[in-house]
């Protein structure tokens, strides 16, 4: 018999994502992230005659009326929700608590079996199309899927910064404040600055960040969330300095390698969107990654409105989607 079972142990609940190779935002810290910033985090065991076949991190947006809720699992791995039955018990575990709209998930796999009742989704989270590295590979494997001029500038900048994990809250204000003018300058907006020092204190050792120094001065930062096999990439930005010595190509290698050396066995850019930051990410592999995309399990008639219909129902849909991983 399948049974939906909520987790309050934390360490009990981590030690299963680490060890079944989950997503580093399946991960409680995630969850606890989101709790201290207007989400509820719900983190289920599926289970079935009380052996444990699954595990997903469901994080909960109240919503105004009619919607009430908003329910989302972050890059959930295949493996924890491959049982139809057991998906379809997690919906309804969500649909009796909130009394919401709908529930959305992202695997994190190229393919998806969907189950009855799901639907694609038409409006997405996160990217379906990004950059993966196997890090299972070798270093100089790696580097021939690259394009020529990435491994060049790779080699330059090298010589011109220094690349050091940064520790203190000193040097974290320091990456805030290069997050903040790379924001000005793309157009795209943050949380406040509290938000991202909770993202740390929540995430701990599974959020490392990276920085590329000049004069001891940091002048571009990369910022990961990673689990037992997986980095992924979060938040990274870079002043003119940065810019000027092409810091992001060092900066960038230098994660790669060392989540390799940790152990990791994939590393992903955290989704392709248009522009030139797209054409740097490209660079780094023959191409790209597509995953299998954002499904829905509607939760209630106004799915409908909520999805398709009603221009309020969209723009409440995309602000709430939008905040979820910046």
């Given at each position: 018999?399948?049974?939906?079972?909520?987790?309050?142990?934390?360490?009990?609940?981590?030690?299963?994502?680490?060890?079944?190779?989950?997503?580093?935002?399946q991960l409680s810290?995630?969850?606890?992230?989101?709790?201290?910033h207007g989400w509820?985090?719900?983190?289920?065991?599926?289970?079935?005659?009380?052996?444990?076949?699954?595990?997903?991190?469901?994080?909960?947006?109240?919503?105004?009326?009619?919607?009430?809720?908003?329910?989302?699992?972050?890059?959930?791995?295949?493996?924890?929700?491959?049982?139809?039955?057991?998906?379809?018990?997690?919906?309804?575990?969500?649909?009796?608590?909130?009394?919401?709209?709908?529930?959305?998930?992202?695997?994190?796999?190229?393919?998806?079996?969907?189950?009855?009742?799901?639907?694609?989704?038409?409006?997405?989270?996160?990217?379906?199309?990004?950059?993966?590295?196997?890090?299972?590979?070798?270093?100089?494997?790696?580097?021939?899927?690259?394009?020529?001029?990435?491994?060049?500038?790779?080699?330059?900048?090298?010589?011109?910064?220094?690349?050091?994990?940064?520790?203190?809250?000193?040097?974290?204000?320091?990456?805030?404040?290069?997050?903040?003018?790379?924001?000005?300058?793309a157009g795209f907006?943050?949380?406040?600055?509290?938000?991202?020092?909770?993202?740390?204190?929540?995430?701990?050792?599974?959020?490392?960040?990276?920085?590329?120094?000049?004069?001891?001065?940091?002048?571009?930062?990369?910022?990961?969330?990673?689990?037992?096999?997986?980095?992924?990439?979060?938040?990274?930005?870079?002043?003119?300095?940065?810019?000027?010595?092409?810091?992001?190509?060092?900066?960038?290698?230098?994660?790669?390698?060392?989540?390799?050396?940790?152990?990791?066995?994939?590393?992903?850019?955290?989704?392709?969107?248009?522009?030139?930051?797209?054409?740097?990410?490209?660079?780094?592999?023959?191409?790209?990654?597509?995953?299998?995309?954002?499904?829905?399990?509607?939760?209630?008639?106004?799915?409908?409105?909520?999805?398709?219909?009603?221009?309020?129902?969209?723009?409440?849909?995309?602000?709430?989607?939008?905040?979820?991983?910046?």
């Open positions: 018999m399948i049974v939906v079972k909520e987790s309050r142990d934390t360490n009990e609940w981590d030690d299963f994502i680490l060890e079944n190779d989950g997503h580093p935002l810290g995630w969850g606890d992230l989101k709790s201290k509820i985090a719900d983190r289920l065991f599926i289970t079935d005659n009380d052996e444990v076949i699954g595990a997903i991190q469901v994080l909960t947006k109240k919503l105004p009326l009619p919607f009430r809720a908003f329910s989302y699992a972050p890059r959930n791995t295949v493996f924890h929700v491959k049982h139809a039955e057991g998906l379809e018990a997690v919906a309804m575990y969500i649909k009796h608590k909130y009394k919401g709209t709908t529930l959305s998930i992202e695997p994190d796999a190229e393919e998806f079996d969907k189950p009855e009742k799901w639907t694609k989704a038409t409006n997405k989270v996160l990217p379906a199309e990004t950059i993966v590295i196997d890090l299972q590979q070798t270093e100089d494997a790696i580097q021939a899927a690259m394009a020529k001029k990435t491994r060049q500038y790779i080699r330059k900048s090298a010589k011109d910064v220094e690349i050091k994990q940064v520790v203190t809250l000193e040097d974290i204000d320091k990456c805030f404040d290069l997050y903040r003018d790379t924001a000005q300058r907006a943050l949380h406040t600055k509290e938000y991202y020092l909770d993202a740390k204190a929540a995430l701990k050792d599974h959020s490392p960040i990276f920085a590329a120094y000049i004069d001891d001065e940091p002048v571009a930062f990369l910022w990961l969330a990673i689990s037992g096999a997986t980095a992924y990439e979060l938040y990274g930005g870079m002043n003119d300095a940065g810019q000027k010595y092409r810091a992001n190509y060092a900066l960038k290698w230098h994660a790669i390698a060392k989540t390799k050396e940790w152990g990791l066995t994939k590393y992903d850019f955290g989704g392709l969107i248009s522009g030139g930051v797209t054409l740097f990410k490209q660079g780094w592999v023959g191409e790209s990654t597509t995953f299998a995309g954002t499904y829905d399990r509607p939760l209630s008639p106004f799915y409908v409105l909520w999805s398709h219909a009603l221009p309020f129902a969209k723009r409440t849909a995309q602000r709430v989607r939008k905040v979820i991983k910046r």
